[in-house]
């Protein structure tokens, strides 16, 4: 079982920068895929970013540029920079780990940290 616990989401101002941080449980974490999605009210949720175990990233067009997803496994951490932030960012984002390495679909979900970019 993994638990995923996200932070460091907030209000900020078009054109600004935040950090996300996703604390994961658990050993098994430097072999999982990990994820960025995120989601607005009446909407599906969307993909954003993914980073495989050995840190090949992925990233939906509409962030690529600014976003940046990394990930730290001494620290069991997955990281979301976002910089040039855009009102149409403004989401609920969620952390999720794949089963295995590579990421094909979500296994475990956190509860999700609110952005909100104002213009």
């Known amino acids: 079982q993994v638990q995923l616990v996200e932070s460091g989401g907030g209000l900020v101002q078009t054109g600004g920068s935040l950090r996300l941080s996703c604390a994961a449980s658990g050993s098994m974490f430097s072999r999982n895929a990990m994820a960025w999605y995120r989601q607005t009210p009446g909407k599906q949720r969307e993909l954003v970013a993914t980073i495989t175990s050995g840190s090949s990233v992925n990233y939906v067009d509409s962030v690529k540029g600014r976003f940046t997803i990394s990930r730290d496994n001494a620290k069991n951490t997955v990281y979301l920079q976002m910089n040039s932030l855009k009102p149409e960012d403004t989401a609920v984002y969620y952390c999720?780990?794949?089963?295995?390495?590579?990421?094909?679909?979500?296994?475990?979900w956190g509860q999700g940290t609110q952005v909100t970019v104002s213009s």
């Open positions: 999720a780990a794949a089963i295995g390495p590579q990421w094909v679909f979500p296994g475990y």
